[in-house]
């Protein structure tokens, strides 16, 4: 199946900081989603975005599905921002495969 | 979008028993799929459940330890079968929604501990 990379896997954030993850997948994708789980274990819809560039408030994300890659920023970072953020893929078998995540922790 | 309920949200069980967790959709879904993401661990995918066949596993997945039901478009059980330890995780379930460009929305999730 296709391989999903995520860096870096920890990161540590001062309050109001900015920041770039990054991930890479092995082949083309007919999806990707970026996902933020929270220190309860749900899994928060962040982007839809299997190309193009797309912002939500203080997050945005941009893929480049010829080069294979997706980068998710945040900025002016918050506590609120800590958890593992999780890059997912669909491929040529149709099924989500999902990265092993970045866990971000913001510190106030 | 989609709003997920699953029952229970936790459970501590003793091995060798079982456990349903049950996953209820606000809207009528053709695909639901049921997660298993252990500790510090990513998240991997147990089940396709389809309405009206039987579910399609997952290499490493059977369906005699994870016996999966989807009676209707808005509902589905996974059971978890003669429990050990090792299955001691989080189990969430998800549906995809729209056609052109299918998005997939995950359900609280079931924290199980194994005892």
């Known amino acids: 199946g296709i391989q999903v990379e995520q860096s870096p896997p920890d990161l540590i954030l001062q309050e109001g900081a900015n920041s770039t993850l990054r991930c890479n997948f092995s082949?083309?994708?007919?999806?990707l989603q970026w996902f933020h789980q929270n220190p309860w274990g749900q899994l928060i819809n962040l982007f839809y975005?299997?190309?193009g560039t797309k912002q939500n408030g203080r997050l945005s994300a941009t893929t480049v599905a010829t080069e294979r890659y997706s980068l998710l920023y945040i900025s002016s970072s918050q506590t609120t921002d800590s958890g593992v953020y999780f890059c997912?893929?669909?491929?040529?078998?149709?099924?989500?495969?999902f990265g092993a995540g970045t866990t971000v922790t913001v510190r106030a | 979008s989609a709003v997920i309920s699953q029952k229970p949200s936790r459970d501590i069980c003793q091995r060798g028993t079982s456990l349903t967790i049950q996953c209820q959709v606000d809207?009528?879904?053709?695909?639901m799929f049921w997660y298993r993401q252990q500790p510090g661990q990513s998240l991997t995918l147990i089940a396709t459940a389809n309405q009206g066949s039987e579910a399609t596993y997952e290499s490493g997945f059977v369906i005699d330890k994870f016996p999966i039901s989807r009676p209707n478009l808005t509902f589905s059980t996974l059971t978890v079968s003669n429990m050990s330890p090792e299955d001691s995780s989080i189990y969430l379930c998800?549906?995809?929604?729209?056609?052109?460009?299918?998005?997939?929305?995950f359900g609280p999730g079931t924290r199980l501990t194994v005892t």
């Open positions: 997912a893929v669909v491929g040529y078998d149709y099924k989500l495969s």
């Open positions: 082949d083309s994708v007919n999806n």
């Open positions: 809207s009528q879904v053709t695909m």
């Open positions: 998800s549906v995809e929604v729209g056609t052109s460009g299918s998005v997939q929305y």
């Open positions: 975005i299997p190309s």
